[in-house]
Nanobody, 113 residues
């Protein structure tokens, strides 16, 4: 398994959650890392991306999460995090980690109103 998400769960609206994605050392050191979400009955969509390790770190966000979510990477642990704050019911989805076309199995995030 090259990418493995964890840390999803059930949270009340307004609360935080921090899913994580553990990657193989090769994947983590070689590629940008991204998070996507897929809500029931909808297409998978981009959430956030962080540049590859080494050099200046760049982050990119979808407009719907900018200011609420923060993507970060821990190079010592080969892990990418998605700090999700001020969660809304519409954030409910399966969240997937992606790197160079590889996908994890996803982690369910459910936000109750």
């Amino acid at each position: 398994v090259q990418l493995a998400e964890s840390g999803g769960g059930l949270v009340q609206a307004g609360g935080p959650l921090r899913p994580s994605c553990a990657a193989s050392a090769f994947i983590f050191s070689s590629y940008e890392m991204s998070w996507f979400l897929q809500a029931p009955g909808k297409e998978r969509e981009f959430v956030a991306r962080v540049s590859r390790s080494g050099g200046v770190t760049y982050t990119y966000y979808a407009g719907s999460v900018k200011g609420r979510f923060t993507i970060s990477r821990d190079n010592a642990k080969n892990t990418v995090y998605l700090q999700m704050n001020s969660l809304k019911p519409e954030d409910t989805a399966v969240y997937y980690c992606n790197a160079d076309g590889a996908w994890g199995q996803g982690t369910q995030v459910t936000v109750s109103s």
